[in-house]
């Protein structure tokens, strides 16, 4: 009898705490969870425009400072993946012309033939892409003295210029102990419903009562 005293105390001290009160808790931990992850995305996405802003300005010391900004912020705080990364676009631009300019400043009979080439294919295209520096080289390759021009273009290669940084599965932001919160409810409802579940077996077994 002392035993079975003892159950029905366990089980009376379990039901002092509802599981809808616990699963109440949960939803809320859950919300200001969502909401602290949300926010460490919008963290990676601000940044992240601030590298492309300082890319389209073209200034080296801040281009490295925001990608530097950018990898800290990644680096520690969960959620803020950065899909395909962050590319260096205009700065690949400005290289790839830079390396036709060099090529092309040398004398030659037909003139600066790489500002005709772009006179003829800048106007295609609203944005510099492969399809470009293709065209290019094909108006250079119309130009008798080309070949040379065109062998002598070292063109940078365009994956030194993609930035990708890992963000972790768990950072210790408010995010990270957020989920930490929801992660303690659930064991609690999982562990409460167990502990109900196998005090009643043990009472209807043992003691052929509930």
Same mark, same amino acid.
């Given at each position: 009898m002392t035993d079975k005293g003892k159950v029905r105390r366990n089980i009376k001290r379990l039901q002092r705490v509802k599981t809808w009160q616990l699963a109440v808790l949960l939803v809320l931990a859950g919300f200001v969870a969502a909401t602290? $992850?949300?926010? %460490? %995305?919008?963290?990676?996405? #601000?940044?992240?425009? &601030?590298?492309?802003?300082? !890319? #389209? *300005?073209?200034? *080296?010391?801040?281009?490295? %400072?925001? @990608?530097? !900004?950018l990898q800290r912020y990644v680096s520690a705080h969960m959620n803020t993946d950065m899909g395909k990364g962050v590319y260096l676009e205009a700065s690949y631009k400005r290289d790839v012309q830079s390396a036709y300019d060099r090529a092309s400043a040398d004398s030659n009979p037909n003139g600066n033939i790489y500002k005709k080439a772009q006179d003829i294919c800048a106007p295609k295209f609203t944005r510099?892409?492969? &399809?470009?520096?293709?065209?290019?080289?094909? #108006? $250079? &390759? =119309?130009?008798?003295?080309?070949?040379? $021009?065109?062998? %002598?273009? =070292? @063109?940078? =290669? &365009? !994956?030194?210029? @993609?930035? *990708?940084?890992?963000?972790p599965l768990w950072s210790p932001d408010f995010?990270?102990?957020?989920?930490?919160?929801?992660l303690a409810f659930g064991i609690m409802i999982i562990a409460r419903s167990l502990s109900l579940l196998a005090l009643r077996v043990i009472l209807h077994h043992h003691y052929r009562s509930v």
């Open positions: 602290f $992850l949300r926010l %460490n %995305n919008i963290g990676m996405v #601000e940044r992240r425009a &601030a590298v492309l802003a300082a !890319d #389209e *300005v073209g200034s *080296v010391d801040s281009i490295t %400072n925001r @990608l530097y !900004d510099w892409s492969t &399809a470009y520096v293709q065209c290019t080289t094909s #108006e $250079l &390759a =119309k130009f008798p003295s080309a070949a040379n $021009l065109i062998d %002598n273009v =070292k @063109l940078p =290669k &365009a !994956d030194g210029y @993609l930035h *990708v940084f890992v963000s995010a990270g102990w957020s989920l930490l919160v929801c």
